[in-house]
């Protein structure tokens, strides 16, 4: 469940149709998605399910409403130019918004957490050996100029989502920025195994608790949140902190660069984004 708020922010920056649909499946999808994971017992299957359902119930009843405001705003502010500091305003918004969803899926997260045994913890540890081969199939392998092809590739794809097809000047721009990126691919590696033992840790030392420690247990599973986004080094968080700075001005001049066109696409999308945050709001 630590996860299941990566599901929500990626619903919101795909098509209008898959907010409402993917949004209204989330429990179930989450679940679906956790159980791949840990292989949940048939007495662990209703409380999670119940848990999910629980945040699910309270994300749209207190999250959706600021993330409807967050995209009006944005569908104003997307037809004048951006400076990075009003990008950075946004991220900030989001990452508080990801805390207050991340605090209550700890909560609800906890007990669960507390019942896991030794098989399902190796469960979850080959489950994330099969996904970081596929990770470095995409990040690692291949030369330096292979690598930066395909995430020149994958960001083309993502700003052509929601501007339109990009010029190649606009397309050259975006490989001007990867390349200058302070993400590695060796880094990167070192912080994905990072944050895995971390979490497998909590979750250890969680299956272990007694029933009067789930205070302890939220604490510590909050604290991988923490961590996640935080590296616990000086090194990570300086990688991190440059990369948000980065992401800001990447994405301030990129908008900057855009056309009449481009910027009325987005705006759009936005408004259809709002629009269907509204519509799942109401009963």
């Not at 007495?43 to 959706?64: F, I, M, S, V």
């Not at 967050?70 to 130019?81: I, W, Y």
């Not at 292979?146 to 020149?152: A, N």
């Not at 990570?236 to 001049?253: H, W």
């Amino acid at each position: 469940m630590l996860r299941c708020v990566f599901l929500l922010t990626v619903l919101c920056l795909q098509g209008c149709s898959a907010i409402k649909l993917g949004y209204q499946q989330l429990p179930t999808l989450s679940y679906w998605w956790l159980d791949s994971s840990v292989s949940f017992s048939d007495a662990q299957t209703p409380p999670t399910k119940e848990a999910l359902a629980q945040l699910h119930r309270w994300h749209r009843a207190e999250e959706l409403p600021l993330y409807a405001d967050v995209f009006k705003r944005l569908a104003v502010q997307s037809a004048e130019p951006l400076q990075p500091q009003q990008v950075c305003s946004v991220v900030s918004e989001v990452d508080k918004a990801l805390d207050r969803t991340m605090r209550k899926a700890v909560n609800l997260a906890a007990p669960v957490a507390m019942t896991m045994g030794p098989e399902q913890l190796s469960h979850l540890s080959q489950h994330w050996a099969s996904k970081n081969q596929d990770w470095e199939k995409e990040w690692v392998q291949g030369s330096a100029s292979e690598r930066l092809e395909r995430r020149v590739s994958k960001a083309v794809d993502r700003y052509s989502d929601f501007y339109g097809p990009l010029t190649p000047t606009q397309t050259a721009m975006v490989r001007a920025q990867l390349q200058q990126s302070a993400w590695t691919p060796d880094w990167g590696r070192r912080d994905r195994l990072r944050r895995h033992q971390d979490l497998l840790s909590a979750l250890q030392k969680a299956s272990q608790s007694s029933p009067s420690a789930l205070p302890q247990v939220e604490a510590d599973l909050w604290g991988v949140w923490q961590r996640w986004m935080d590296p616990p080094d000086a090194y990570g968080r300086g990688v991190i902190q440059k990369l948000r700075s980065q992401a800001c001005e990447n994405l301030a001049q990129l908008h900057n660069s855009t056309t009449p066109e481009q910027r009325l696409r987005a705006a759009r999308r936005l408004r259809a984004y709002e629009q269907d945050l509204r519509d799942l709001i109401r009963p």
